[in-house]
């Protein structure tokens, strides 16, 4: 499956595989890649997301950002790892990626889209129709019980 869209040089697109190396870059921008994660992860956690999308530059074909859905298919999805790389940030990219994956759940009827943002990224998300949600999100860390 790709689903493309192209904007300003840039293609959105909805992908089942995508370079490794790519998405680990990704990863590291977003702070949240670990030296000791196995990059073969890469490959079957893009198939198994619900939805996986990437920008493109036309131009040099580098990969600028991502961000994936996590569904049951039914009802809900959460949008997860959102990231453009930092020299490519308050472009717009983000926004379209994001704008696309909410499009992309309505379409499939899912109704109930959520997120975990950092407090920091708020104005960002908010524009966009999320708001801050009552309750605790909460994180199993094994060893901490």
């Known amino acids: 499956m790709c689903d493309e ?7 959105y697109r ?7 190396e790519d998405i680990v870059s990704l990863y590291k921008a977003g702070g949240w890649w670990k030296d000791h994660y196995d990059p073969k992860g890469i490959l079957p956690l ?33 949008l997860q790892d959102i990231v453009v790389l930092p020299e490519h940030r308050r472009k ?3 926004k379209k990626i994001l704008k696309k994956m ?3 759940c309505r379409k499939q009827g899912l109704v109930w889209i959520g997120l975990i943002a ?9 524009p966009m129709g999320f708001k801050r949600f009552e309750g605790q ?5 094994p060893g901490d019980n």
Do not use: C, Q
Request: proline content about 4%; glycine content about 8%; cysteine-free.
């Open 46 to 78: 893009i198939e198994k997301s619900f939805a996986f999308t990437v920008a493109v530059d036309e131009k040099s074909g580098r990969t600028l950002g991502m961000g994936r859905i996590i569904s049951d298919g039914v009802s809900d999805a959460y």
């Open 14 to 20: 909805f992908v089942r595989s995508w370079p490794p």
């Open 102 to 104: 909410v499009e992309h």
């Open 92 to 94: 717009g990219i983000g």
């Open 118 to 126: 950092e407090e920091s990224t708020e104005d960002f998300y908010s």
């Open 137 to 141: 999100p909460m994180v199993y860390e």
């Open 5 to 11: 869209e192209k904007s300003d040089n840039i293609e």
